[in-house]
């Protein structure tokens, strides 16, 4: 399926890019300020809150396809109940035959995921005989990916360097030694020798890893909080 | 759209009506710059783009200049500029063209033409922009998969040097709310007193003793902060170093010790109950 | 969710910054030595080095179930490469057939859900056509859109990339800051080091991110802008 058709389905007409339908799109457009706010406008947030539920009712051929879809977005086991609510006007009967068909093919088809009834609800999981994969994986994936602290003690450490754990305490406020642990695992940041003080404590700095996942060239292509001082008006 | 754009720039309003005016104002915010003005106006008068009679088009962006300055709306710099390009246009074209020498490349190239590449060249993006709008409307519609549980285990974002900066500029200013804070703070207890001993104790080899007196905010702070090291000296917890006669003194985390923080209630309460 | 909503989620209590916290903190540091830590030692950078990689290969009727589990557990688009890393000693013809036999699965069986190609990965996500059903059971809004002089710039800097503000600006003929700094926090642009001219200023590009939201392979598959020309008319 082609962009334009899938577009066709969610909004028929729309997929037409020619240049008058640039101007119909613009109606939807509230472009009257640069830095107009993206999100909704308080009467538009009420409108929200008020705002009936969305009524649709499933077809019988989208059973099967709408429930995978909703336990696959679901963040938490999906109780049956709910599932047949948000589909509509169905008897629950029929969607338990198409839970149940939906669950057969999962198994029959010796998917990689299984669709298994837990705490109260049903859930879309990976198969268990699969771990030794997915832990792969993970330990696999670029070291740019980090926690929040990680990441706030990489950022003192880049702008700040050479710098010591105490002088990174009194900036971030809180303790960063598992933090800078981590750094050092994931070889963004190296030892760059003592501070001459008191106790002699390491400094740290960035790492050639750091410029590699960072996409920079040098430490000079940091970005200063010049840079973005014009962009903050 | 365009109906109403034409509508804002035809009928200038005569009348102080305040409605109306507020209706033109969010017409006439339409547009997004110069050149997008431009571009309206061109197509407005269906206007050969690579022909544009400089003259009609420079009074009718005035026009529409003063049009915005009489409904107070602020006439952005940018458009100030285009209005001194378009002047300067306009008398290029009133002047005689220069004799052209023989053998000579003809130096008379049109005024115009750059302006006219620049509005070519900017309604591609203006075109693009509309493509981009679209297809971000499809991707809207997918939806990936709901948080699962190694998400919490590892939960580790990919970043980007914007999220270095942007997250340094929160620290920064974080520190400079939590300074604030301190003056408000409730008054420290002896266990916080002995753990924020034992912190510092814990990152740096040995602690300047008057430095952290320093730190007491209060008198009863720096009692506590006295009997703090009291404690540890008497739990052989710190050795206390003093270098030279009189010099300065400094706690020393003994070397076997793995210093515990942890200060039960009933100990607490004694020390407060000692004051 | 605020930062300190996440940080409670990623380690609990670290972002309160009570006295008590700071017990719970302790007990992480090795603080045996008398030097605080900092860092690894060169036995342990060794054995960081050599951290022998989980080995497992898949056999050949496992590829298309781990491929699966993978991109279910996949937090972004999966790299070919990376999935091939992550099973093992396989070759990358068989891995690029269970691939296609999985993504042709989907399709015949009609799922809910598709495998895609995007921004240089392969990504499991429901089908658009049921987006309906997910919003009324998410409770969600349609995202709110870019605004017009957002998707502008941002369509400049897709085809100048890298372009600074001053470039920009030239083509749009106005001042783009505060798009920009849209697009920046919207992760659709990121700087992309500093054009070596008076004040080296930042230069940017288009992100992962932005691939991902308007639904491309790479940026070769983004129509040439000489195409706009005809619409533009």
């Given at each position: 399926?082609n ?7 969610i ?23 640069d830095?107009?706010?993206?999100g ?10 008020s ?7 499933a ?23 709910q ?15 198409a839970?149940d ?23 879309i ?19 740019a ?27 971030r ?19 760059r ?9 390491m400094?740290?700095g ?7 996942q ?8 940091l ?6 001082e014009?962009?903050?008006? | ?6 509508t ?10 305040e ?6 104002r ?27 009679p ?11 200049l ?12 940018d458009f ?34 750059e ?63 939590a ?19 034992n ?18 905010h ?21 050795t206390?170093?003093?270098?030279e ?20 209630e ?10």
């Amino acid at each position: 399926m082609n962009d334009d058709e899938i577009k066709d389905q969610i909004e028929p007409g729309v997929a037409d890019e020619s240049a008058t339908e640039v101007e119909v799109e613009w109606v939807d457009f509230d472009s009257s300020d640069d830095d107009q706010p993206e999100g909704l406008s308080a009467e538009e947030e009420e409108e929200l809150a008020s705002d009936p539920e969305i009524v649709v009712t499933a077809t019988r051929a989208e059973l099967q396809p709408v429930i995978e879809a909703l336990l696959f977005v679901a963040e938490e086991p999906l109780p049956f109940k709910q599932i047949c609510k948000v589909l509509g006007d169905v008897p629950e009967d029929d969607v338990r035959a198409a839970m149940d068909e939906l669950v057969a093919g999962y198994e029959e088809r010796e998917s990689g995921l299984e669709i298994r009834e837990i705490a109260g609800g049903w859930r879309i999981s990976t198969r268990p005989q699969h771990h030794e994969f997915i832990r792969k994986y993970l330990k696999s994936r670029p070291s740019a990916r980090l926690s929040l602290p990680a990441l706030e003690t990489l950022a003192v450490i880049a702008y700040k360097q050479p710098i010591t754990v105490p002088e990174i305490l009194e900036i971030r406020g809180v303790t960063s030694s598992s933090a800078i642990k981590t750094l050092l695992e994931k070889r963004l940041i190296v030892t760059r020798g003592r501070k001459e003080t008191v106790g002699r404590p390491m400094m740290y700095g960035t790492s050639k890893e750091f410029l590699i996942q960072f996409g920079l060239k040098d430490l000079s292509e940091l970005p200063s909080i010049e840079d973005f001082e014009d962009l903050a008006q | 759209m365009t109906e109403n754009r034409t509508t804002a720039v035809d009928e200038l309003p005569e009348r102080e009506d305040e409605a109306k005016r507020d209706n033109y104002r969010v017409k006439l915010e339409v547009f997004e710059g110069p050149l997008d003005l431009l571009l309206f106006l061109i197509k407005k008068d269906e206007i050969d783009i690579y022909d544009i009679p400089i003259a009609h088009i420079t009074e009718q962006y005035l026009e529409y200049l003063n049009l915005m300055e009489q409904l107070d709306i602020s006439v952005a710099g940018d458009f100030l500029v285009m209005a001194a390009t378009l002047i300067y246009i306009k008398s290029k074209m009133l002047l005689p063209p220069e004799p052209k020498l023989e053998g000579e490349e003809d130096l008379n190239e049109d005024p115009r033409a750059e302006l006219v590449e620049r509005l070519l060249e900017y309604q591609k993006f203006k075109a693009a922009a509309s493509m981009f709008y679209s297809r971000a409307e499809i991707e809207a519609a997918t939806y990936t998969r709901g948080a699962i549980e190694t998400d919490t285990s590892n939960p580790e974002v990919s970043a980007t040097v914007f999220d270095l900066l942007r997250v340094f500029r929160e620290i920064l200013k974080r520190a400079e709310s939590a300074v604030e804070m301190e003056i408000h703070r409730d008054e420290i207890t002896m266990a916080e007193k002995l753990a924020q001993i034992n912190q510092m104790l814990s990152e740096r080899f040995e602690i300047n003793v008057r430095e952290l007196f320093e730190l007491a905010h209060s008198k009863r702070e720096l009692i506590l902060t006295f009997l703090a090291f009291l404690e540890l000296v008497k739990e052989t917890k710190i050795t206390l170093v003093q270098r030279e006669l009189f010099g300065e003194i400094y706690a020393r985390r003994r070397q076997e010790s793995i210093v515990q923080p942890v200060v039960d209630e009933t100990e607490n309460d004694q020390v407060t109950n000692d004051e």
